[in-house]
């Protein structure tokens, strides 16, 4: 994977209001930690550069654009797109499912959906935490999914297991929009909080998360972080 090419050629940097759910599209995230991931994993990347959304979910991306002098981008946000989501899909009356997390998690988000969003109809699969889903569960899901008919799927698992899904099993999914939104699930639900938007103004988003939940971040951090500045040292001065 060629970090200058996915910043050129694959990253969104359009206004929200410039997709468009009436058709067919797989949104995905990328950050320096999916960046690291992916260069050893043919199949995720595969996911990533596949996306017609690949949004620049990571000030590690927006700097490197800006370091590379590729171009201005901002960086969109997990919870960006669930709330833009979330928003068409009420104006139009539209179906959602959320595919993820724990089933408290996805009662506190229904729950809040339907107190902000009144219009929107919302289905939940709760699947287990196993490393790989079982032929037999993941036509569970589908099968879920499927029947309740929703507009928009919103996928919560680790990166890469969700998107590695999606990507697997896209051609089975009925649903015009998907997205894998990750950790946005627990903030929505309040079960995790976000940093403030002083913290993300900073760009100090990540070290506030790090701070909260070392134990799940710190290999992003102090790991990929590291080699993805490598990497694009290398790609500014090559």
């Given at each position: 994977?060629?970090?200058?090419?996915?910043?050129?050629?694959?990253i969104?940097?359009?206004?929200?209001?410039?997709?468009?759910?009436?058709?067919?599209?797989?949104?995905?995230?990328?950050?320096?930690?999916?960046?690291?991931?992916?260069k050893?994993?043919?199949?995720?990347?595969?996911?990533?550069?596949?996306?017609?959304?690949?949004?620049?979910?990571?000030?590690?991306?927006?700097?490197?654009?800006?370091?590379?002098?590729?171009?201005?981008?901002?960086?969109?946000?997990?919870?960006?797109?669930?709330?833009?989501?979330?928003?068409?899909?009420?104006?139009?009356?539209?179906?959602?499912?959320?595919?993820?997390?724990?089933?408290?998690?996805?009662?506190?988000?229904?729950?809040?959906?339907?107190?902000?969003?009144?219009?929107?109809?919302?289905?939940?699969?709760?699947?287990?935490?196993?490393?790989?889903?079982?032929?037999?569960?993941?036509?569970?899901?589908?099968?879920?999914?499927?029947?309740?008919?929703?507009?928009?799927?919103?996928?919560?698992?680790?990166?890469?297991?969700q998107?590695?899904?999606?990507?697997?099993?896209?051609?089975?999914?009925?649903?015009?929009?998907?997205?894998?939104?990750?950790?946005?699930?627990?903030?929505?639900?309040?079960?995790?909080?976000?940093?403030g938007?002083?913290?993300?103004?900073?760009?100090?988003?990540?070290?506030?998360?790090?701070?909260?939940?070392?134990?799940?971040l710190?290999?992003?951090?102090?790991?990929?972080?590291?080699?993805?500045?490598?990497?694009l040292?290398?790609?500014?001065?090559?």
């Open positions: 994977m060629n970090l200058k090419d996915v910043i050129t050629q694959k969104f940097d359009a206004p929200l209001s410039e997709i468009q759910t009436e058709n067919r599209c797989i949104i995905n995230s990328f950050n320096p930690h999916s960046y690291i991931i992916a050893n994993n043919k199949l995720f990347e595969e996911a990533l550069l596949s996306s017609d959304i690949l949004l620049p979910d990571g000030i590690g991306i927006v700097l490197a654009a800006k370091f590379l002098k590729i171009k201005a981008i901002k960086k969109i946000a997990g919870a960006d797109i669930h709330q833009y989501l979330l928003a068409q899909a009420n104006e139009k009356g539209q179906a959602i499912f959320y595919m993820g997390t724990t089933e408290n998690t996805l009662q506190r988000i229904e729950k809040k959906v339907q107190q902000e969003y009144p219009l929107i109809r919302v289905g939940k699969y709760c699947p287990s935490f196993n490393p790989e889903f079982s032929k037999k569960e993941t036509n569970d899901i589908l099968g879920a999914i499927n029947t309740f008919e929703p507009d928009i799927l919103f996928v919560g698992m680790t990166a890469p297991k998107e590695l899904w999606v990507h697997t099993n896209k051609d089975q999914i009925n649903v015009r929009v998907i997205a894998s939104i990750g950790a946005v699930f627990d903030f929505y639900a309040g079960t995790i909080k976000r940093p938007q002083f913290w993300i103004s900073l760009g100090l988003e990540w070290f506030i998360r790090l701070w909260g939940e070392p134990k799940r710190w290999k992003r951090n102090f790991v990929s972080t590291p080699l993805f500045l490598w990497d040292l290398k790609e500014k001065f090559s």
